[in-house]
């Protein structure tokens, strides 16, 4: 589950919404400091049951490196709730999505960045345009692995799955919400909150996905768009040796930030956001030379 320890949001970020062909997205659009040199937008896809307010901890610090970010909150998820009238929760229309979401941005093409479940629409995004100059800049999986979760995880899900199917989700919450951190009081009830404004459909579509995953680094070794991997330990998702092979095969960038855990945005936002910038900074220039 992804996590979150405050709600504060920087002054120059504002909610937003995407108006696409694909139906309506919320987003924050955060704009750059004024004493930075403007550079490239990235384009933030949460992960699973989380929002756009999970990269929060991180937009001052990338605010302050001259990033643009958008976030959102993808189909399903918190404020965008099933975008359009007769949504698909399937793995290649989540990867529409962000396509459709990417050509209304104006700064393009984005730095697309995709944490946990995120990562699987923001890979098969970039191999179904196959890493369109015009759309990307780059990609970074930020703790997501090359197929499916642990075994550990596995079995959660599964549960998920089987009770997503005959219970309320809010009869679901004490059982999914993490009980090992303590959170303020907003945030706590932020999260509830957000939990309940999931759309089942999602969930059980996101979870079977998370599930059945294959890998897919082959395709996305060829596809020429310069590549990062994130990877906070420990991670009982998904494995952090198994991302690291996966950044080897895919001739990328990577980053191990120890003790950011399965959410390194929120508990290593400053070296989660200088990692960023450096390499995005980097894949700028490349695009220059």
């Known amino acids: 589950m992804s996590q979150l320890l405050s709600l504060a949001v920087p002054e120059n970020a504002r909610s937003v919404q995407f108006n ?5 997205f919320a987003a924050l659009d955060m704009a750059p400091s004024e004493s930075t040199v403007r550079g490239n937008t ?3 896809v949460p992960g699973f049951m989380g929002s756009k307010e999970d990269y929060l901890s991180i937009l001052p610090h990338l605010s302050r490196r001259g990033v643009r970010v958008v976030a959102i909150d993808g189909r399903g998820q918190n404020e965008t709730g099933k975008a359009s009238a007769n949504p698909s929760y399937a793995r290649d229309d989540m990867a529409q999505d962000l396509v459709a979401i990417v050509q209304e941005i104006d700064d393009r093409p984005v730095h697309l960045l995709g944490h946990s479940y995120g990562g699987i629409a923001a890979r098969a995004a970039v191999i179904a345009t196959e890493g369109d100059p015009s759309l990307w800049a780059s990609l970074t999986l930020m703790n997501f692995g090359p197929a ?3 075994v550990w995880q596995q079995d959660r899900l599964q549960l998920l799955l089987s009770a997503v199917e005959c219970m309320p989700l809010a009869a679901m919450w004490p059982y999914v919400r993490n009980n090992e951190v303590t959170v303020p009081e907003d945030v706590a009830q932020f999260l509830e909150q957000r939990w309940l404004r999931n759309a089942p459909e999602h969930l059980a579509a996101a979870a079977a996905q998370m599930l ?4 897919r680094t082959p395709e996305l070794s060829r596809i020429p768009i310069r590549k990062a991997v994130i990877s906070g330990t420990p991670d009982e998702t998904w494995d952090p040796a198994a991302a690291e092979r996966m950044a080897r095969e895919l001739d990328a960038e ?14 290593r936002p400053t070296e989660t956001a200088a990692a960023l910038a450096g390499f995005w900074s980097a894949s700028r220039e490349a695009a220059l030379a």
């Open 148 to 150: 499916s979760v642990s």
């Open 254 to 267: 990577f980053f191990r930030l120890e003790g950011g855990g399965h959410s390194p945005n929120v508990h």
């Open 20 to 24: 696409t062909p694909r139906g309506v």
């Open 212 to 215: 059945s995953e294959t890998d």
């Open 42 to 44: 990235a384009l933030l």
